[in-house]
């Protein structure tokens, strides 16, 4: 008889955001409780393997993303978008803040009919609720191929935190998501 005891893995799943560039999504979902992978890529173009220059050249129809695998256990769908909402602006068709063009573009690549149904219940609500000035241009998007950015991209704000973009940009969305979401951040 094997009395070996048997390790279950985690419940894991996996969220698919654009939030403008993904250094900065990247970096507010790494402090999150529950999550425990943050990869920043491409989703949604016409091209395969597409470059971090392509993209820019906004011939791909791509959009700069990150994939969020997390613990349903600890941080749910509903709390992923409610971070989501809070650290970027869903009201800018194409761009956020000086970044512009159609890869900075607010959207969803949904990966489940449930995650689909959160998400459109979620943005629904937060479009009744009025708070924000302009309406909501998120693009709710079924699952589509999730290409990995370049290795320099990984980790970007942690790496490089004296780099002009970082402390400009990331750096305050960071400390205003640390301060907001006190309550979620992970021990790490």
């Known amino acids: 008889m094997n009395h070996s005891s048997v390790v279950s893995k985690p419940n894991v799943e996996t969220a698919v955001f654009g939030g403008g560039c993904f ?51 600890l941080v749910s769908y509903g709390e992923l978008l409610e971070v989501f909402f809070a650290t970027h602006d869903p009201t800018t068709p194409g761009r956020q803040g000086n970044d512009v063009g159609p890869q900075y573009q607010s959207a969803i690549f949904f990966q489940t009919p449930d995650q689909q149904a959160i998400a ?52 305050p969305k960071v400390s205003k998501f640390r301060k907001q979401f ?7």
């Open 23 to 73: 250094w900065c999504t990247e970096a507010v979902f790494k402090a999150l409780r529950g999550v425990s992978a943050v990869q920043s890529g491409y989703c949604g173009g016409t091209v395969d393997h597409p470059t971090y220059e392509q993209v820019c050249s906004k011939q791909t129809g791509h959009i700069e993303v990150v994939k969020i695998d997390f613990d349903p256990l």
């Open 182 to 188: 006190s309550d979620k951040l992970s021990v790490d």
């Open 120 to 171: 459109t219940k979620f943005v629904t609500e937060l479009a009744s609720s009025q708070a924000y000035a302009n309406p909501i241009s998120t693009e709710m998007r079924p699952a589509a191929r999730f290409w990995p950015a370049e290795q320099y991209h990984s980790d970007y704000f942690s790496l490089h935190p004296e780099q002009g973009y970082c402390q400009m940009v990331i750096a």
